[in-house]
């Protein structure tokens, strides 16, 4: 009988020590990206700024990242990381040194957006990490008989979890014991030197058109991600579904803590809620002989979905305990499903793009579902609003049936 788990998966990742440059440089690149929103948020009003300003620039800020993220990824698939991320991290650099700069020495409002704006052009950090990996595996025997994408894909998913566990409450730490700018400042001194890193890092970067054929190339490679693949289109609508379920979640669930005067709780099943999902990614990136990408992806699919959709029974907070923790589970398991299948659909000329909207339907999803879960709580009641947060989650399982032929058909 074959093995169902290879415990060794992450022992053998590691051993690619042509990964090390890139993925340590990615980290750094995660703790920027995971908290320059609640960080900016954070800078602004404890150097006095209302919070309507403070929100305004992460709104601001929330836009520029939906618009440029893709077109920026869109480039790097087609000029190659080495020219593209010195031009876009540059940018990125430089309006973060705005907003801080403005903030110092207390400048105009507008160079607040101005900065936000240019904040925008940052890359994703997964997106690259997880093209490089792919290149490295398509184009590197010792590396392919080495590792394989659903176990590389998870051990990126835990290194996405732990950016966005860490960023957000270093970043606040340092700001709140030291000068409203010093978390900003911090995390943008990270992001650039992991910049220079993964620039630097020659031997693992995608060349230009690699893995298809350079008349196929000239054919496709100007075409956007989303408007090449329906698959990519399914993904975006599905993390559009995530993304509004977590902005009404996190809200409702800030919401109930108030209400049943238990706001410690409410911290504690934040962080419990991550460790268990990056926890259910560590344990299927272990796991052997799983069933084909496409009906992997289904099945996650209506995992997350039926359990996220029992935040309909949440009267307190140990309901939200219990179905909230056990949906956790499900959650990494449904990310590295929805980017192998991602890599196996769309060619390698438009992979970081295509990665990029996974990221994009999510953060569309976020940009409105807290001001929805506002609204309902405050007209309708916290219970309302989990209800909305379950029709989103189940929509998630509902969109991938309704196309589940373009899924198999796509999904290699």
């Given amino acids: ?92 650099v430089a309006g973060s040194v705005i907003i801080i700069a403005d903030v110092l020495f207390d400048g105009p409002l507008a160079l607040l957006y101005v900065g936000a704006v240019l904040m925008g052009c940052t890359p994703t950090p997964g997106a690259l990490a997880r093209t490089r990996w792919t290149y490295l595996i398509e184009t590197d025997d010792d590396v392919a008989s080495t590792v394989d994408l659903q176990s590389v894909y998870a051990y990126e998913g835990i290194l996405d979890d732990l950016g966005f566990t860490l960023g957000p409450p270093i970043s606040l730490a340092i700001a709140a014991v030291s000068i409203p700018v010093a978390g900003a400042v911090t995390s943008t001194i990270c992001y650039a030197l992991g910049a220079i890193v993964l620039i630097r890092s020659k031997d693992s970067e995608p060349s230009i058109g690699w893995g298809i054929e350079a008349k196929a190339e000239q054919t496709v490679q100007k075409k956007s991600a989303f408007t090449l693949s329906a698959l990519v289109r399914i993904v975006f609508f599905m993390m559009l579904c995530v993304g509004a379920f977590f902005g009404i979640f996190d809200s409702a669930t800030l919401a109930l803590a108030q209400q049943t005067d238990e706001n410690a709780l409410a911290s504690l099943y934040l962080t419990l809620s991550g460790v268990v999902s990056m926890a ?23 995992l997350l979905g039926a359990t996220y959709a029992c935040m309909v029974f949440v009267d307190s907070m140990l309901t939200l305990f219990i179905f909230g923790l ?68 189940i929509c998630i399982p509902i969109i991938v049936l309704l196309f589940r032929r373009i899924v198999y058909r796509d999904v290699r």
């Fill in 326 to 393: 056990i949906a956790s589970i499900f959650y990494a398991p449904f990310l590295i499903s929805e980017n192998a299948a991602i890599e196996s659909a769309v060619p390698s000329t438009h992979l970081t793009e295509a990665l990029t909207w996974i990221t994009t339907g999510a953060n569309c999803g976020l940009a409105f579902g807290p001001t929805l879960a506002g609204f309902l709580v405050d007209e309708f009641g916290v219970t309302v609003a989990f209800s909305c947060g379950a029709f989103f989650a």
């Fill in 280 to 302: 259910g990614g560590f344990v299927f990136g272990m796991i052997r002989n799983t069933p084909p990408k496409a009906k992997l992806l289904i099945i996650t699919a209506i």
């Fill in 1 to 92: 009988m074959a093995k169902r788990f290879d415990i060794s998966v992450y022992a053998k990742i590691l051993s690619v020590r042509k990964a090390y440059p890139f993925d340590f440089a990615l980290l750094a690149m995660r703790f920027f990206t995971f908290s320059y929103t609640i960080g900016n948020i954070a800078m602004l009003t404890l150097a006095g700024f209302p919070f309507l300003q403070a929100g305004a620039v992460a709104s601001v800020l929330a836009i520029s990242v939906l618009v440029l993220g893709p077109i920026v990824s869109h480039e790097i698939d087609r000029h190659g990381q080495s020219k593209i991320l010195p031009i876009a991290c540059s940018i990125v």
